[in-house]
């Protein structure tokens, strides 16, 4: 009781909190550089696929009316322009004058548009290696592949430890906290700065916190999804569905799949079609209930490729809290959760949060810890140039 007391009138009397500090500070001190690169190029790539239509723009986007052709078209005529094309997966637009994207790999590779009017080729995409692809690897990969991943795994960890620590050390006491929210710009630069980091780490803390889990689990994926299956069911582990026996011989035209697909999960549109890697393996529709970037509102339908049965369907309604939250992961670490510009511009706000905060958390440590030291270091030298014969002083100068 008495310890509760302490906290909610006087937490700075706490061993705890002062140890909490310690930790606090030296987690901010190596990790502050990390945080700082991570949410500026995170903040940059909140608008990466809007700024990467904006570049291939001449291939995305085509001027023409009339009705969209269909998917067979499409695989029609990118089969007699390149019959050596693998085809992979089709990407289907969502906005009238988008163009189809055929892919000859799930993740990156060749890709082909396709005018949704007349089923004419626009062109053909390749991997570059251009600024956005770099900052997407720093971002990601800090530039090292999957070591690089796993290094920001552990400074993702180490800013969620920095939120945690941040928001014990923040509580001021049940008096003050309304002062400790804001910021006092009449003060002396020493305070404001303060204040600066106090406000901002309240404000952010929770988000910051989200940023460092999703980050996480994208350093450490399969570790993650064992980690919440102890808990929770996931459909992303359990094995695709096979095809029946004896499912042989042609395979049934793509939009009679997308019919019967549709049929599955009424009321949505159709995204994606995923083609089978080897023989053996299902064909999967992605059918979409939101926006083409809200991906947390996505379901997939799992078909024989040769009858049309349906497999599996994975619905967004009555999937497990797990499904529910590795649905939600890139929502909340990318902000497209929303369609709305304004959630996109407050995610590049908070991922730029960091750099506030090691700005000040720095701007602290020296007034507090940095410049003393160098003071203490500047009088005990005074004092032995005081002390010492002027041949030794001459010397310590």
């Not at 053909?124 to 997407?136: A, C, E, N």
């Not at 499912?247 to 599955?264: D, F, H, K, R, V």
């Not at 890697?277 to 979409?288: F, R, S, V």
């Not at 810890?369 to 010397?395: G, W």
Request: net charge positive; glycine share 8%; aromatic share 12%.
């Amino acid at each position: 009781m008495r310890l509760l007391t302490k906290l909610l009138r006087n937490p700075r009397e706490i061993a705890l909190r002062r140890w909490l500090f310690q930790v606090h500070l030296y987690a901010g001190l190596i990790v502050g550089v990390y945080a700082a690169v991570i949410g500026i190029t995170g903040s940059a790539l909140v608008f990466q696929p809007q700024m990467r239509a904006w570049l291939n723009r001449d291939l995305v986007y085509v001027h023409g009316t009339g009705r969209r052709v269909s998917v067979d078209r499409v695989l029609d005529s990118v089969t007699k322009a390149r019959p050596d094309f693998h085809l992979m997966s089709v990407r289907l637009p969502y906005d009238a004058n988008e163009t189809y994207q055929v892919s000859a790999s799930h993740m990156g590779g060749e890709v082909i548009y396709v005018n949704p009017f007349d089923a004419s080729i626009v062109g053909v995409g390749r991997p570059t290696k251009d600024f956005l692809s770099w900052l997407q690897q720093l971002h990601f990969n800090l530039l090292g592949g999957p070591t690089g991943r796993y290094v920001n795994g552990v400074g993702a960890s180490g800013l969620f430890i920095l939120s945690v620590t941040g928001l014990v050390i923040w509580w001021p006491g049940i008096s003050n906290w309304k002062r400790a929210i804001g910021i006092n710009w009449k003060a002396r630069w020493k305070r404001v700065n303060y204040d600066i980091h106090s406000a901002v780490g309240f404000f952010t803390v929770i988000v910051l916190a989200m940023f460092s889990l999703t980050g996480m689990y994208y350093a450490w994926p399969k570790q993650s999804q064992n980690l919440i299956q102890t808990f929770s069911p996931l459909r992303a582990t359990t094995k695709l569905p096979g095809l029946p026996k004896g499912s042989s011989g042609a395979l049934l035209p793509a939009s009679t799949l997308t019919e019967i697909a549709l049929q599955q999960v009424p009321g949505t549109w159709v995204s994606g079609i995923m083609f089978p890697m080897k023989a053996g393996q299902p064909i999967k529709i992605n059918l979409m209930q939101a926006g083409p970037r809200q991906y947390q509102y996505t379901n997939y339908v799992y078909l024989d490729p040769h009858s049309g049965a349906v497999l599996r369907v994975d619905e967004v309604k009555g999937r497990s809290f797990g499904d529910t939250l590795l649905a939600w992961i890139p929502a909340l670490h990318f902000g497209t959760f929303s369609q709305n510009v304004l959630v996109y511009i407050l995610w590049v706000l908070l991922g730029l949060s960091p750099v506030a905060l090691g700005l000040s958390g720095i701007l602290m440590w020296w007034n507090r810890v940095l410049s003393k030291r160098l003071q203490s270091i500047r009088n005990a030298r005074a004092r032995l140039v005081a002390t010492a014969s002027p041949e030794r002083a001459t010397v310590l100068q």
